[in-house]
């Protein structure tokens, strides 16, 4: 027999009314596609949803998917029983949300004006490896945004995989190493070759790009002061929910956590933008 409990807890997590909790027979839903509105669509759980995006975004999790709806960004529609049911156009919606949030990181405020005016990025994205080898040989054209995640650092590339990946001088390594601004990890011991995570890699991709322009290692170190007081600064707002001994408010913090970094990206290429605009009058 099916734990009522268990089923209630279930559902309590997604959302349902106290008052409508199902019991033991319909405590949980299929994880997949079910009959949608009535002319036939259909319409995906939860979870289902949160399956059909991993792919493209690893670090999707129906925690996330939930802030967004509370945020008002998405408003799927609900059974009697008060689950969650996302239409195709739900999806592409929260799609759209996931991609600019990746690829632009723009802040939720942003985004929802983003979609009120129609935006949307239906079009299929290549992946990395497509992206490198398209040939495009225009300024910046190397550095498309990846998904990073701020719980960890992704695969690991030795020094002769960054090299080859993003066309850097393998003395170019060294020197950012130097001055801090990537830091391998030694594999294997003392001696051992050095093995740098995505997000380091793709730092030497753009310092690469950098270089083209002149600008050497030493002139990154303003770079990595205002990264690690601006980390320091966030670090701050959030600590009490990051110290939590709590799993679920740990992950909303860690969540929160990137949504600031978001908002503080923007807001330091908004600054550094009016900057510019000075300069070039």
Same mark, same amino acid.
């Given at each position: 027999?099916?734990?009522? !409990? ?6 309590? #997590? ?5 008052? @409508?909790?199902?019991? &033991? ?7 997949? &596609?079910? @009959? ?5 669509? +259909?319409?995906? /759980? ?17 925690? +996330?998917?939930?802030?967004? @709806?509370?945020?008002?960004?998405? !408003? ?19 799609? /759209? *949300?996931?991609?600019?949030?990746? $690829? ?15 935006? /949307? ?6 992946? &990395?490896?497509?992206?490198?080898? !398209? ?25 002769? $995989? =960054? ?12 020197? %950012?190493?130097?001055?801090? *601004? ?11 070759? +050095? ?5 380091? #890699? ?18 990154? #170190?303003?770079?990595? /002061? ?10 701050? *707002? ?13 992950? @909303? ?9 978001? =908002? ?6 908004? %600054? ?6 000075? *300069?070039?009058?």
């Amino acid at each position: 027999m099916a734990d009522p !409990t268990r089923a209630q807890r279930t559902a309590a #997590r997604d959302g349902a009314p106290e008052s @409508e909790i199902p019991g &033991p027979p319909a405590g949980e839903l299929p994880a997949g &596609p079910l @009959e949608g509105p009535p002319h036939g669509a +259909k319409s995906l /759980t939860i979870g289902a949803v949160c399956k059909a995006l991993s792919q493209e975004f690893p670090d999707i999790s129906i925690s +996330k998917i939930r802030y967004l @709806e509370d945020q008002k960004l998405l !408003t799927p529609r609900r059974t009697p029983g008060g689950y969650r049911l996302y239409s195709s156009s739900d999806v592409s919606r929260l799609r /759209t *949300i996931l991609r600019l949030q990746r $690829d632009e990181f723009l802040p939720l405020r942003v985004i929802r004006q983003e979609l009120a005016a129609g935006r /949307t990025t239906d079009e299929e994205v290549p992946a &990395p490896a497509a992206v490198a080898g !398209t040939g495009d040989a225009r300024p910046g054209a190397a550095l498309r945004r990846l998904t990073f995640s701020i719980r960890a650092g992704g695969a690991l590339y030795s020094l002769e $995989d =960054v090299v080859e990946e993003t066309g850097a001088d393998p003395r170019l390594v060294s020197e %950012l190493e130097d001055y801090g *601004i990537v830091k391998g990890e030694p594999r294997g011991g003392a001696g051992a070759p +050095k093995y740098y995570d995505e997000t380091e #890699r793709e730092i030497v991709r753009a310092v690469t790009e950098l270089s083209r322009y002149g600008v050497a290692g030493r002139n990154l #170190r303003v770079f990595r /002061t205002s990264a690690e007081r601006e980390a320091a600064l966030l670090q701050q *707002i959030l600590a009490p929910a990051l110290r939590s001994r709590n799993p679920e408010r740990r992950k @909303e913090a860690v969540e929160a956590l990137e949504n600031l970094a978001a =908002v503080a990206s923007h807001l330091k290429h908004l %600054l550094l933008v009016r900057d510019l605009r000075r *300069i070039a009058k």
